[in-house]
């Protein structure tokens, strides 16, 4: 995980570690990170690809682009697509990667 651990105005990084799966992958997390920046952090830039199969990731950053989708897994086994610019991590979830269809 690349990430700023000790900043010079913020202090020290306190916040807890969150286990989440990507695309079967466990990947660990900041608790408070949307899933994009949990992503970023861990070096996966690519988030879903287009029908094209271009590749796609954060761009916006703030809900407006919808370029950051992925699917989120809900208890009940069904796939929600997400903004994950806008989607805090929680512990457990389960994320994949969308392919373009
Ligand atoms: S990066 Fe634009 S909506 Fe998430």
Redesign the pocket.
């Known amino acids: 995980m690349r990430r700023i651990e000790n900043h010079p105005v913020l202090g020290p990084d306190s916040s807890e570690d969150v286990g989440i799966t990507v695309d079967g992958r466990e990947v660990t997390a900041k608790a408070g990170d949307s899933v ?1 920046v949990a992503l970023w952090a861990d070096g996966q830039k690519v988030l879903r690809r287009s029908k094209t199969g271009q590749p796609r990731g ?11 989708r992925l699917l989120v897994t809900g208890d009940d086994g069904a796939k929600v697509s997400v ?4 989607t805090p991590v929680q512990q457990d979830m389960r994320i994949t990667t969308e392919s373009g269809e």
């Open positions: 994009a954060m761009y916006c950053g703030i809900g407006h682009c919808f370029e950051c903004r994950s610019c806008l």
